[in-house]
């Protein structure tokens, strides 16, 4: 076994861990790179991109097929080649692979260590019993991975995570999503646009992270409408039947039915990559799931230690802190952690961007700051919204479903947040998480410019609500 001493280590490549190790470079300061698995983000691989090359092709077809409504007829059938769906959302998603690749390579390669890493105390680890890292601090990135309960392990090769649907050579005839999460909403709507048979099934009620129960109730109206989607599901057993998953539930109109599908597509929730790295030889606390506690601010890990005052050399960022696993997060988390792993023990807080998360389904999903149901614990909140079914553009294109709905503080008129299912939520969003890292008041907001006609007008309409109902003088 050889040793090695760096400033900075840096446990994973994914957005997080290049990230931090850029900022620790930054600071002046050595860096090691330790990766055990493939180069490449987890975005870039099997996430965010992929995803949306697939979602694409749902939009593309569904597009063809619901063209009747404006006078626009497809005459015959609409013809979808599976295999040259799939064929295109490898090959794009290699390139976007390729692009991170490329700027792995470009990190010098005394930078860049392979192996498994494992603690041996809070600075030094030990990867895969050749080498030995000390360090005068360490940042842990390791990610996440796909849960998969145990329950459903006899199903084999049949039920399956994200990662496995972007390497699919063909479109299966038929597949039973679990979780109407993020994954399961974005992945189960494309698949049903694209021909595939889709039951989607929920079990707490929860629905594309929305937390406000009256966009929930129009976002389910919406999918409901055009695919299968039970978010409070009583699923009676799940049972492997030859080369299929036979499921037997109660449907929505009450009644027991039995199907059988290709494939279960487990979309409930990615755990942590913090469970075989040793933390057990660290100073680090665990929560109850092995997840070191930390400052949300610093990213610094809590240490069990008292009689020290400069703090545990550790520090956690991206998907590894199970709280936000959105690569804009990762990347900010990153460059905090990697600028305080380099300067410790001198730390400090780092800046962070107001709160913004999407789904890219249809309608679109966006959340801006804490949510109405965080918000509504903490504060005293006026509330203003807008139905799209009656909003100009939004009937012209006949994207005409969902609800926005905006918070405000009733004495200040500070703009708060909001929740949208809708059209072009991903705009919407961005126009609103801007307005509340400036923390602009809803009459501000008012003042800027709004075109017509536009779907933003909506965003206006639901504004002037929340303005009629504010305490301010």
Same mark, same amino acid.
């Given at each position: 076994m050889?040793t090695?001493?760096?400033?900075?280590?840096?446990?994973?490549?994914?957005?997080a861990?290049?990230?931090?190790?850029?900022?620790?470079?930054?600071?002046?300061?050595?860096?090691?790179?330790?990766?055990?698995?493939?180069?490449?983000?987890?975005?870039?691989?099997?996430?965010?991109?992929?995803?949306?090359?697939?979602?694409?092709?749902?939009?593309?077809?569904?597009?063809?097929?619901?063209?009747?409504?404006?006078?626009?007829?497809?005459?015959?059938?609409? =013809?979808?080649?599976?295999?040259?769906v799939?064929?295109?959302?490898?090959?794009?998603?290699?390139? &976007?692979?390729?692009?991170?690749?490329?700027?792995?390579?470009?990190?010098?390669?005394?930078?860049?260590?392979?192996?498994? +890493?494992?603690?041996?105390?809070?600075?030094?680890?030990?990867v895969?019993?050749?080498?030995? @890292?000390?360090?005068?601090? @360490?940042?842990?990135?390791?990610?996440?991975?796909?849960?998969?309960?145990?329950?459903?392990?006899?199903?084999?090769?049949?039920?399956?995570v994200?990662?496995?649907?972007?390497?699919?050579?063909?479109?299966p005839?038929?597949?039973?999503?679990?979780?109407?999460?993020?994954?399961?909403?974005?992945l189960?709507?494309?698949? +049903? =646009?694209?021909?595939?048979?889709?039951?989607l099934?929920?079990?707490?009620?929860s629905?594309?992270?929305?937390?406000?129960?009256?966009?929930?109730?129009?976002?389910? %109206?919406?999918?409901?409408?055009?695919?299968?989607?039970?978010?409070?599901?009583?699923?009676?057993?799940?049972?492997?039947?030859?080369?299929?998953?036979?499921?037997?539930?109660?449907?929505?109109?009450?009644?027991?039915?039995?199907?059988?599908?290709?494939?279960?597509?487990?979309?409930?929730?990615?755990?942590?990559?913090?469970?075989?790295?040793?933390?057990?030889?660290?100073?680090?606390?665990?929560?109850?799931?092995?997840?070191?506690?930390?400052?949300?601010?610093?990213?610094?890990?809590?240490?069990?230690?008292?009689?020290?005052?400069?703090?545990?050399?550790?520090?956690? +960022?991206?998907?590894?802190?199970?709280?936000?696993?959105?690569?804009?997060?990762?990347a900010?988390?990153?460059?905090?952690?990697?600028?305080?792993?380099?300067?410790?023990?001198?730390?400090?807080?780092?800046?962070?961007?107001?709160?913004?998360?999407?789904?890219?389904s249809?309608?679109?999903?966006?959340?801006?700051?804490?949510?109405?149901?965080?918000?509504?614990?903490?504060h005293?909140?006026?509330?203003?919204?807008?139905?799209?079914?009656?909003?100009?553009?939004?009937?012209?294109?006949?994207?005409?479903?969902?609800?926005? =709905?905006?918070? %405000?503080?009733?004495?200040?008129?500070? &703009?708060?947040?909001?929740?949208?299912?809708?059209?072009s939520?991903e705009?919407?969003?961005?126009l609103?998480?801007?307005?509340?890292?400036?923390?602009?008041?809803?009459?501000?907001?008012?003042?800027?410019?709004?075109?017509?006609?536009?779907?933003?007008?909506?965003?206006?309409?639901?504004?002037?609500?929340?303005?009629?109902?504010?305490?301010?003088?």
């Amino acid at each position: 076994m050889i040793t090695r001493q760096t400033d900075v280590v840096v446990i994973g490549t994914g957005t997080a861990g290049l990230s931090a190790y850029r900022a620790a470079r930054q600071a002046g300061k050595q860096a090691l790179l330790i990766e055990d698995g493939p180069y490449g983000t987890t975005c870039a691989r099997v996430g965010c991109m992929p995803s949306k090359l697939l979602i694409a092709a749902a939009e593309a077809a569904h597009a063809a097929q619901h063209g009747a409504p404006f006078g626009v007829h497809v005459d015959g059938t609409v =013809r979808i080649n599976g295999r040259e769906v799939m064929a295109r959302v490898r090959s794009e998603r290699d390139r &976007f692979v390729g692009f991170v690749l490329e700027s792995v390579e470009g990190i010098p390669a005394e930078d860049k260590l392979r192996g498994r +890493a494992r603690f041996l105390a809070d600075a030094v680890l030990d990867v895969d019993g050749h080498t030995r @890292v000390e360090a005068r601090s @360490v940042v842990i990135a390791t990610g996440s991975r796909p849960v998969v309960p145990e329950a459903y392990a006899g199903l084999g090769e049949r039920l399956l995570v994200n990662d496995d649907v972007f390497e699919w050579q063909d479109l299966p005839r038929s597949v039973a999503v679990y979780g109407p999460g993020v994954i399961g909403l974005e992945l189960g709507q494309a698949l +049903a =646009r694209l021909g595939v048979t889709v039951r989607l099934f929920g079990r707490s009620g929860s629905l594309g992270g929305i937390t406000d129960p009256e966009v929930a109730a129009s976002a389910l %109206a919406a999918f409901q409408q055009e695919f299968y989607l039970d978010a409070k599901a009583t699923v009676h057993s799940v049972v492997r039947q030859g080369d299929q998953v036979e499921i037997r539930y109660v449907a929505l109109d009450g009644r027991e039915r039995t199907e059988r599908f290709d494939y279960v597509l487990m979309a409930t929730g990615r755990r942590p990559n913090v469970d075989d790295i040793g933390l057990e030889h660290t100073s680090a606390v665990l929560d109850e799931y092995g997840v070191p506690l930390h400052d949300k601010e610093t990213l610094q890990v809590q240490s069990t230690a008292t009689d020290g005052t400069q703090g545990l050399p550790i520090f956690i +960022a991206g998907d590894a802190t199970a709280e936000l696993p959105l690569l804009h997060e990762a990347a900010d988390e990153g460059r905090i952690a990697g600028r305080n792993a380099a300067n410790w023990p001198d730390v400090e807080a780092g800046q962070r961007r107001a709160g913004l998360s999407i789904v890219f389904s249809e309608p679109q999903i966006a959340k801006v700051g804490p949510g109405y149901r965080a918000l509504s614990k903490l504060h005293e909140i006026v509330i203003g919204e807008v139905d799209f079914s009656n909003q100009g553009r939004s009937r012209v294109m006949l994207r005409n479903k969902g609800k926005l =709905r905006v918070y %405000a503080a009733p004495d200040s008129g500070r &703009f708060l947040g909001a929740e949208m299912a809708g059209p072009s939520a991903e705009h919407i969003g961005h126009l609103l998480a801007w307005a509340l890292q400036q923390q602009m008041t809803i009459p501000q907001m008012l003042e800027m410019p709004f075109y017509h006609p536009v779907v933003e007008e909506g965003l206006r309409t639901a504004l002037r609500d929340v303005a009629g109902k504010l305490k301010m003088t």
